[in-house]
């Protein structure tokens, strides 16, 4: 199993930055595609973004397109998301997570994802 732990969330103003990490143990982070999702007081669990394996692809919500960048740094094992231009409305607590071990593209579904962090808490004020 790999084990995922997010950091650098906290506390921003409306248009500013955060940089999000997504440390991995256990295992490579390369064995897996990996995904950020968010969840905001008393709403469902979004999908932000992911990418794959390699790296080469990458995918965003389009509250997030053109905002948000994720990228991974597997000699590092970690992956992370870089967060421009915040708004109040991405306040969340922000999780990463794997696809299944080997996998190509990145899971369509949430309950495809099999490992995840603990999330990092991210308010963005007005």
């Known amino acids: 199993q790999v084990q995922l732990v997010e950091s650098g969330g906290g506390l921003v103003q409306a248009g500013g930055s955060l940089r999000l990490s997504c440390a991995a143990s256990?295992?490579?982070?390369?064995?897996?595609?990996v995904g950020w999702f968010r969840q905001a007081p008393g709403k469902e669990r979004e999908f932000v973004a992911a990418?794959?394996?390699?790296?080469?692809?990458?995918g965003y919500a389009d509250s997030v397109k053109g905002r948000f960048t994720i990228s991974r740094d597997n000699g590092n094992n970690m992956v992370t998301l870089q967060m421009n231009s915040l708004k109040p409305e991405d306040t969340a607590v922000y999780y990463c997570?794997?696809?299944?071990?080997?996998?190509?593209?990145?899971?369509?579904?949430?309950?495809?994802?099999?490992?995840w962090g603990q999330g990092t808490q991210v308010t963005v004020s007005s």
């Open positions: 256990g295992r490579p982070i390369n064995y897996y595609a």
């Open positions: 997570a794997t696809g299944p071990i080997f996998s190509l593209p990145w899971p369509v579904a949430q309950s495809d994802y099999v490992n």
């Open positions: 990418i794959t394996r390699s790296g080469e692809s990458t």
